[in-house]
């Protein structure tokens, strides 16, 4: 029997000598590489941060001592120490818990959690009202991979340095984020390393925290000994652990990017294959080092996740000085594009559509307000099976609604290289353009459309009675839609490719007055506030009745993309059966 078998509860943890808790830590490792090479998840970050996680229930009270993970890339070993172990061990059971915290699954966590730089707010706010109701217990958040570059992670620390009681601040410093670190603040990190915690600049010092640095962060009895020294303190404090980050596994230490997270299957697969199909982000990668390789000023952003998008290192080293990663700041990289591209250089920023969430305020004052003709490109927008914490359904409504941003969707190959072009080139608009998150299609023929000409959507095939206007992801689907009413209706419908996510096309919509009267939509996200409410406005005052398909209004968690599309009617049959029943 292993030591984590006859782990259930964090009590048990308590009762182990130092030898017994080594072993725990390497049966922790097993856990999670047996349970992401199952399902998937993240790796490096929860390796290395099993011996602090032990320690730390070890010494704390948890649940009464409250732990605030950020991000919840380390949160692993905490689950299996607070009964959830069965989620790394049985693979019929990993799917009953999730990737994130989730104080649905144990009364150990407090929050859902599963974005960046949000544990320090997080916990200052427990902390703020424990010391209201005249409670005394130990708060602990838990800080790493990059996220002090966030935004709010500053602004946290701020605040949290002002309560002049129990914070416990644990900055585990595993030297990376996904990628390499990005900014001064990890000069000042690496200083601290470099002198034991004695350099003469401490960060944190000069906020107001007390502080305490471990070298050996992967040492079990040296977290006790520091954990024990702040348990129960009175004062703001943090405690800087240096980590390794992938410990225990070998190809993860040695190469900690592309094992910050990791697909199922990678223990018996070959890593060095090489993928030579082409693919969106192959043809982005082509285009930005071809305006780069022509001396002109473009620049390539991204926020931390380079992975996302294939900006892999011997991209970057090309891009070079063309190239930013400004760490996981999505609110500053908008601001940054807005300030590059208003002094005339080309930004374009890639980012995933559940991390633009961060930047409305920055959308709407730094860039759309201005006018800044940036280029944003947005990854993996659409309805998925994902985490509640990592939805990529609600990007349209965010962005569309946004006065004098273009937001684009191409369906293929051609149209998208088209709508790089076209914004890339010009400088009278802010454009967003929403990156196809289905297997490339392409049709051989140039995409020799205006673009400046806004919101003029194309009319693919012309038929009569039912119109079909499908953006995006979901135009193949517009077209068997339109296959099946001529089969089971037969007649030939009208299909559209709008094109535009920001506007109508009123001329066009105007002329399906006259021998339609249903105009269904199909988008690939949140319905409220959408794409197809618009054209639903338009027709308000018409006979033309319109049908938007799409997702409802909703976080889901982890729900199959079969069960969602028959939910929400995003199969022909579904669509086709309400269409007959409007007819």
């Known amino acids: 029997m292993t030591v984590l078998e006859t782990i259930n509860s964090p009590q048990d943890v308590k009762k182990l000598s130092v030898e017994e808790m080594n ?31 032990i320690a730390m229930h070890y010494v704390f009270d948890s649940p009464k001592d409250k732990f605030v993970f950020d991000v919840s890339h380390q949160v692993y070993p905490h689950k299996m120490l607070t009964g959830r172990k069965h989620g790394f061990l049985e693979p019929s059971k990993m799917h009953e818990i999730s990737g994130y915290s989730n104080p649905k699954e144990s009364e150990h966590d407090h929050f859902v959690i599963g974005h960046t730089s949000t544990s320090v707010s997080l916990a200052t706010g427990v902390a703020k009202a424990r ?31 002002e309560l002049n009681s129990n914070i416990i601040i644990i900055v585990n410093d595993n030297e990376m984020s996904i990628a390499p670190n990005q900014g001064g603040l990890y000069k000042n990190l690496a200083e601290l390393r470099n002198t034991n915690g004695q350099a003469q600049v401490n960060v944190f010092k000069a906020i107001g925290f007390d502080y305490y640095y471990v070298e050996e962060g992967n040492n079990i009895e040296k977290l006790i000994d520091v954990f024990k020294k702040v348990k129960d303190t009175d004062r703001p404090t943090v405690v800087h652990i240096h980590t390794l980050k992938g410990k225990g596994y070998e190809p993860a230490v040695a190469d900690k990017e592309t094992y910050h997270w990791h697909l ?3 223990l018996n697969s070959n890593e060095s294959s090489v993928n030579q199909e082409e693919t969106y982000n192959s043809i982005t990668k082509d285009f930005l080092l071809d305006k780069k390789q022509k001396g002109e000023p473009v620049v390539a952003i991204t926020a931390a996740t380079p992975g996302v998008f294939d900006f ?10 063309n190239f930013t990663d400004v760490g996981i700041a999505e609110e500053h990289a908008i601001a940054y594009a807005s300030g590059l ?7 374009v920023l890639a980012l995933m559509s559940s991390f633009v969430q961060r930047t409305y305020d920055q959308m709407s004052q730094d860039l759309a307000l201005n006018n800044s003709p940036a280029t944003v490109l947005i990854y993996w927008g659409g309805i998925s099976g994902a985490d509640m914490t990592h939805l990529c359904t609600f990007d349209i409504p965010l962005i569309s609604n946004i006065p004098n941003i273009v937001y684009l969707s191409p369906v293929s190959k051609e149209e998208y290289l088209a709508m790089l ?17 289905i297997d490339l299609v392409s049709d051989g023929t140039s995409d020799n459309t205006d673009y400046s000409q806004l919101n003029k959507y194309k009319l693919v095939e012309k038929g009569e009675k039912v119109a079909v206007i499908a953006a995006g992801n979901f135009f193949g689907l517009g077209r068997q839609v339109r296959e099946e009413i001529k089969k089971q209706l037969g007649f030939d419908a009208t299909l559209i490719n709008p094109r535009f996510l920001t506007g109508v096309d009123s001329e066009m919509l105007e002329n399906l007055k006259k021998d339609h009267s249903v105009v269904i939509t199909l988008e690939d996200g949140e319905l409220d506030g959408g794409f ?24 889901t968690d982890r729900v199959p993309l079969e069960e969602l599309y028959n939910r929400y009617h995003l199969t022909k049959e579904l669509i086709v059966q309400d269409v007959k029943e409007v007819l």
């Open 421 to 437: 072009e076209w914004s890339y080139s010009q400088n009278e608009h802010t454009v967003f353009i929403r990156v196809p998150a």
């Open 23 to 53: 072993m725990l830590a390497q049966d922790i490792r097993d856990g999670i590489l047996k349970r992401v090479n199952t399902i998937g998840g993240h790796l490096g970050p929860d390796l290395g941060i099993a011996e602090a996680t």
């Open 312 to 321: 892999n290192p011997e991209f970057r080293l090309k891009m070079g000085k």
């Open 532 to 555: 197809g409410e618009k054209v639903t406005r338009f027709f308000g005052n018409s006979s033309v009745k319109v049908l938007n398909f799409g997702s409802k209004k909703e976080f």
């Open 264 to 266: 199922p299957g990678f």
């Open 341 to 347: 591209a208003k002094n005339g250089a080309k930004p």
């Open 131 to 161: 010391d209201l109701k005249g409670e005394n217990y130990n708060v602990i958040a838990l800080i790493g991979d990059g996220s002090l570059s966030g935004g709010e992670a500053y602004e946290g620390f701020n605040n949290a340095a």
